[in-house]
């Protein structure tokens, strides 16, 4: 099994661009998790799917952040307009079933920086 | 407000030298607990599921133990290669089971 892919793994923009992340979760999960990692805050669960529909996205931090899964394969997050604060190691990870009662399998990661 | 918080934020160590990551929490609803390791540069990969106080789990040089406020990650005679960020994450009911993880514990195992 090839794991959660994630791409691109690092991407450096200028403020005010917008910035699409992309996540492929491992076959067959049915639960994929967007988390953001800094040295400050750790690492924070921006917003979970389970089976394609957003069940709690309270962790987004505000109106630029926008994810999507339009099929059980693909998902992307999105910040437009990006701002410095956005500058972070954005995680996505999935499981098998419901929830986080599953054991969570993680992709590598994007590392952003915002210029 | 949930908590989880883990101590120390680093820790160094001589080979064999043997030690304990502590992970404590202040919340409601807790289901589980648990346990990942982070290379540099990589994500986190599991490690541990604890469910119930007095649970125990062991891999290889790894022990976690389960008590109703905190957890500990035992780690006996590390290596070098033990070298890595260990969180600890909490399981609760939150409208569904919503995992929260703590900020780590950086270990640096010298040859």
């Known amino acids: 099994d090839a794991g959660v892919i994630q791409s691109p793994r690092h991407e450096v923009t200028e403020m005010g661009q917008e910035v699409t992340l992309r996540c492929k979760p491992i076959?067959?999960?049915?639960?994929l998790f967007w988390y953001r990692q800094t040295m400050m805050r750790g690492l924070e669960l921006l917003i979970y799917?389970?089976?394609?529909?957003?069940?709690?996205d309270s962790g987004m931090p505000e109106d630029r952040f926008s994810a999507k899964m339009p099929n059980a394969s693909f998902s992307t997050l999105k910040i437009q307009p990006s701002e410095p604060r956005d500058s972070a190691v954005y995680f996505c990870?999935?499981?098998?079933?419901?929830?986080?009662?599953?054991?969570?399998?993680f992709g590598p990661g994007t590392r952003l920086l915002v210029l | 407000e949930d908590q989880v918080t883990q101590s120390p934020e680093a820790l160094r160590l001589q080979e064999g030298e043997s030690s304990s990551l502590n992970c404590s929490y202040t919340?409601?609803?807790?289901?589980?607990l648990f346990w990942y390791r982070q290379d540099p540069g990589k994500g986190p990969e599991f490690l541990f599921t604890?469910?119930?106080a007095g649970e125990e789990k062991e891999k290889e040089r790894l022990k976690a133990t389960l008590t109703k406020k905190e957890s500990f990650l035992h780690i006996t005679a590390p290596k070098p290669e033990d070298s890595a960020t260990y969180l600890c994450?909490?399981?609760?009911?939150?409208?569904?089971?919503?995992?929260?993880f703590g900020t780590g514990t950086k270990l640096q195992v010298i040859p």
């Open positions: 076959s067959g999960h049915n639960s």
């Open positions: 604890l469910y119930s």
């Open positions: 799917f389970n089976n394609n529909v957003p069940i709690d």
């Open positions: 994450a909490v399981l609760l009911v939150r409208g569904y089971q919503k995992v929260t």
């Open positions: 990870a999935s499981s098998l079933g419901a929830a986080g009662g599953e054991t969570q399998y």
């Open positions: 919340v409601s609803g807790l289901r589980g």
